[in-house]
Structure formats: C-alpha cells, structure tokens
C-alpha cells in the first residue's frame, strides 16, 4: 500500500469516528481540537503525515450536504478535487485523470464528475440567508481555505511590516492598517501579538469603520460596554479608535474574561471594569446594578449566533449542522437584546453583531429591535466574506431616541 492510500485511509478511520456531537447552544468540539488529540494518541503520524491527512478531512467536510450518497473515501477525493487549484501528489497518485484537470475552473471541474453533484447541494439553506448573501459565491466560498489577518495596531504598523519581511513572511496589504496571509502563517514568533497586532478578520475590522463612521461620539470620552466580549477583539479595535473611552466588559464564563486580563495586559490596555453576567438569563434590573448604574453611550451586542458566516474556517459545523439551531440562537439573541437596552443612555447607540448569514439572526433581530426594544435603526449591513477570503458578519447600528 502506498503512502497515499495510507493518508486516505486513516483520514476515513478518523472521520468515521468523529461525530461532532455536543448540545446546539454549548456547540461541539472543534474538529481542530479533535485531530489534535487523535495525532498525539498515535505517534506514528509525522508531520507531512498528519498535514496531508488533515486537509484530506477538512476537504470532506467542505462539500458540506453534497455528495452524501457517495462512499466515504469517494467522497474525500471528491472533496479534495475541487478544493484543489493545482495538481497534487494525492490526486497524482490515486485519480491521475483529475490532476491535471484541478486548474479548470469550477463549473468545469463539476463537468468531470459521473455523480450528479450541484455546487447548491453545498449549502441548503437558502431561504434562510440573509439579503444579498449571493447564495451561489457564498456556497462556492466553503471549497475555499479563507485567509488569516492581522489588524496592526496604532503607531506599529511599520516596525510590523519590517519584521514580516525580515523574516521573510508572504503577505498582501488589505490597507494601511490591514495584512492577509495564508491561513497556516505563524506569527507569534515574529511579532508581539496584541501589543503591536491583532488577528483580526477582515470584516471584524470592517466593524470598526462602520462603528467611527455612524457614531460621531466615539471620538469622545464616552463610556462602552462590552456585553459579550468573548475574546475582546472589537473592545482593543474601538481602544484604538479612542484611547479615552471607558471600557466595561462582561461574559458568562469567567475563563473568558481570566484570558481577556492577560490579553489586555498584552495590549497595554488597564482602565476598564469587568463583570461575569449570563444575559439570557439575568433581568435588566440586575444587568443594570453589575454596571454600577452606570448609563454606557454605546452597548456592542457581538452576540451568541450559529457563526454560518465563519463555516469555511470550520466546516465541520457546515456538515453537521441542523436547522433547527436558527431559531434556538434567534431565540436566545432576543433574550440577550431584552435585558442589555435598559441601561443603555438616552441618544445612546447599541451596536449589533453576528458572525451569521441566516436572516432570522440578522434581518428579523433588526426588526425586533426597533419594534419591542423602541430603538431606532441608524444602519445594517450584511459584510460577504468570499470577496476577501474572511468570514461573512452582519452589524446594526441603533440610537435611542427620546
């Protein structure tokens, strides 16, 4: 057997143990943490040994909901053509009449195929998606390993820029302040993560300029809160923005906000508040004394959701995914806007994020903002992911009015 049937084989042995299993809120354990215990498990794996399994089993997940009356391993190989863009030694040796047909372009590639295969069958899910998602880009998108970014920080992005070509690191500039890299770039060896960059996607960073944009105070010294900080990305992007404003931070886990200390710490960032607070579950009432009532000008709500617009980074959650989870996370978002609006200041903004691209957590939540929460709808925007390689996220922005 050669070395190739070997990878093809143990990518079969892991994925068929696998199951992905975990409640539809808490979520599953990700495939990436999965494979990393498998390899330490077996140590016979080398490195080439356990790259070239890997992406054969990312692959079989990135075609998603299609191909699924395939055998298993007709299935990787399947997967792995069409998310090829060069001839590969795999292919080589186990198709040789697709290698060389991996550089056609894809509607072409699909041609190839004595299966019926529809690039739609990716993603079936169309009539949930948000407005202006472009269903087929967006299906297309999954075959595609997205890029890693990096925001640089304030008064850094020079001296960042020299280290990366120093050492000799491939990099494309987005803007002044925005770098992409492949996927798999080691950085934190080269430069100080946090203090002098931060990985970023794209279209986070977008938020930032949305968020300066349609709230003119930001450039005051106004008073922010955090809800659902997670890792604490977009409160270093608006510290950025303005050094003056008053952080206040708060998630349900408190090994959530013992990590987001050290990263602050990184950051150079040490005047801000924190509190642990499950908001599905807490009243406003109680929300408003853990901020001490205070009157916070802006509330970002980068909230829970089903993080559909991040899937090609992880497609494990494309594949395994059950519908029914919309309306578990839509019903959980509303819960959370409910009970953060209270304390917010009069003429104050709330900021809504999600990772998603399912209207019910987008569209409709704008909707039940301004109907049940009063508040009024400044602008929404659904940023597509596939035209810069990164995740697909939806922002809102709200004031509230007397």
């Known amino acids: 057997m050669s070395r190739f049937h070997s990878y093809l084989n143990s990518a079969f042995s892991i994925l068929s143990l696998y199951n992905g299993e975990g409640s539809s809120i808490s979520g599953r354990q990700p495939f990436t943490s999965y494979l990393k215990n498998y390899f330490s498990q077996h140590k016979k794996y080398g490195s080439k040994d356990r790259k070239q399994i890997s992406h054969l089993c990312y692959c079989y997940f990135r075609v998603g909901r299609a191909l699924l009356k395939l055998p298993m391993d007709e299935r990787i190989m399947a997967g792995l053509f069409l998310c090829s863009i060069e001839p590969n030694e795999i292919l080589r040796e186990l198709r040789p009449e697709w290698n060389e047909k991996v550089i056609l372009p894809l509607d072409e590639k699909i041609l190839i195929f004595n299966f019926p295969f529809s690039i739609q069958d990716i993603f079936p899910w169309k009539d949930e998606l948000s407005e202006g998602a472009g269903y087929d880009k967006f299906c297309e998108s999954f075959l595609v390993q997205p890029d890693l970014f990096l925001r640089l920080r304030?008064?850094?992005?020079?001296?960042?820029?020299?280290?990366?070509?120093?050492?000799?690191?491939?990099?494309?500039?987005?803007?002044?302040?925005?770098?992409?890299?492949?996927?798999?770039?080691?950085?934190?060896?080269?430069?100080?993560?946090?203090?002098?960059?931060?990985?970023?996607?794209?279209?986070?960073?977008?938020?930032?300029?949305?968020?300066?944009?349609?709230?003119?105070?930001?450039k005051s010294k106004i008073k922010v809160w955090d809800c659902c900080t997670g890792s604490g990305g977009k409160s270093i992007m608006l510290y950025d923005l303005n050094?003056?404003?008053?952080?206040?931070?708060?998630?349900?886990?408190?090994?959530?906000?013992?990590?987001?200390?050290?990263?602050?710490?990184?950051?150079?960032i040490r005047r801000y508040k924190s509190f642990i607070v499950d908001l599905q579950v807490e009243k406003p009432e109680i929300v408003s004394r853990n901020l001490s009532g205070q009157k916070p000008e802006v509330i970002i709500a980068d909230v829970p959701c089903t993080g559909s617009g991040t899937w090609s980074r992880t497609p494990e959650q494309l594949f395994f995914f059950n519908s029914e989870r919309i309306d578990e996370y839509a019903d959980l978002q509303?819960?959370?806007?409910?009970?953060?609006?209270?304390?917010?200041?009069?003429?104050?903004?709330?900021?809504?994020?999600?990772?998603?691209?399912?209207?019910?957590?987008?569209?409709?939540?704008?909707?039940?903002?301004?109907?049940?929460?009063?508040?009024?709808?400044?602008?929404?925007?659904?940023?597509?992911?596939?035209?810069?390689?990164?995740?697909?996220?939806?922002?809102?922005?709200?004031?509230?009015?007397?």
Request: overall charge positive; charged content about 30%.
């Open 334 to 402: 509303k819960k959370i806007l409910s009970n953060i609006v209270m304390p917010l200041a009069d003429e104050g903004y709330l900021i809504y994020i999600t990772c998603s691209v399912f209207k019910k957590e987008n569209e409709e939540a704008v909707s039940f903002i301004t109907k049940h929460l009063k508040l009024k709808l400044l602008k929404s925007e659904l940023l597509r992911g596939y035209e810069q390689k990164a995740d697909s996220m939806f922002i809102a922005l709200f004031k509230k009015t007397l």
């Open 243 to 268: 050094p003056k404003i008053q952080l206040t931070l708060s998630d349900k886990r408190e090994s959530i906000l013992a990590n987001l200390r050290k990263r602050f710490e990184r950051a150079g």
């Open 154 to 218: 304030p008064g850094s992005e020079n001296k960042v820029k020299e280290k990366l070509l120093d050492a000799g690191v491939n990099f494309r500039s987005i803007s002044d302040s925005c770098l992409a890299f492949d996927n798999s770039t080691k950085l934190d060896s080269i430069i100080d993560l946090d203090k002098e960059a931060v990985i970023q996607d794209f279209n986070s960073q977008q938020t930032g300029f949305i968020i300066k944009s349609g709230i003119a105070e930001i």
